[in-house]
């Protein structure tokens, strides 16, 4: 009798790790998303600053393919550079699901002009939705922006973990 049990019961674990395996499970993989932004900067009451930044711009990414993105930040200067943080970053793929990241680091003069460019920025992953709603992770941060215009470029580099249904 104990061995039936013990058969009925490795039979049923069987089973069920492999509906698991074949309907997905976690995976990491690389996140890479390259696209364009642009800032409006200026009195922010929730910066301890009083001064921040609002982003919005749009990219490609071969994990989520066309992507739009949305952030706030808040601008700290420190003589010549720019420390951003207490940022929030949304990014919207074509079917909607959502990838949510925190981020922080400097702008940094480039010497021409107004350019400015990212360094020792970071983001990490927060949550999402849809295929995405138990993604984890981060990277960094590269790119730059005209601070007279508020145009730039943006590349977040990193991994995550998530569930693939």
């Known amino acids: 009798m104990f061995k ?4 009925a019961l490795t ?3 069987l089973l ?9 499970g976690w995976v990491t993989k690389p996140l890479e998303i390259e696209g364009v932004l642009v800032e409006a900067v200026g009195p922010a009451n929730r910066c301890l600053s009083k001064f921040g930044g609002t982003i919005s711009g749009h990219g490609d990414s071969p994990l989520m393919g066309k992507v739009v993105f949305i952030a706030t930040d808040c601008i700290t200067p420190v003589g010549p550079l720019f420390n ?8 919207m793929t ?4 959502q ?3 925190n981020y922080s680091g400097q ?7 107004s350019k400015y460019v990212f360094s020792g920025a970071s983001f990490q992953v927060t949550g999402g939705t849809g295929k995405y709603a138990m993604i984890t992770g981060g990277g960094t941060l590269t ?8 145009a730039g470029n943006i590349k977040l580099s990193g991994r995550v973990l998530y569930l693939q249904k």
């Open 4 to 7: 039936h049990t013990l058969r």
């Open 99 to 101: 990838i949510f990241a």
């Open 84 to 91: 951003f943080s207490n940022g929030k970053f949304i990014v």
């Open 107 to 113: 702008f940094v003069p480039t010497g021409e002009g």
């Open 94 to 97: 074509t079917s909607g699901d």
């Open 11 to 13: 039979a049923s674990l």
């Open 143 to 150: 790119g730059g922006e005209d601070m007279a215009t508020g």
């Open 16 to 24: 069920a790790a492999t509906a698991q395996a074949s309907a997905g």
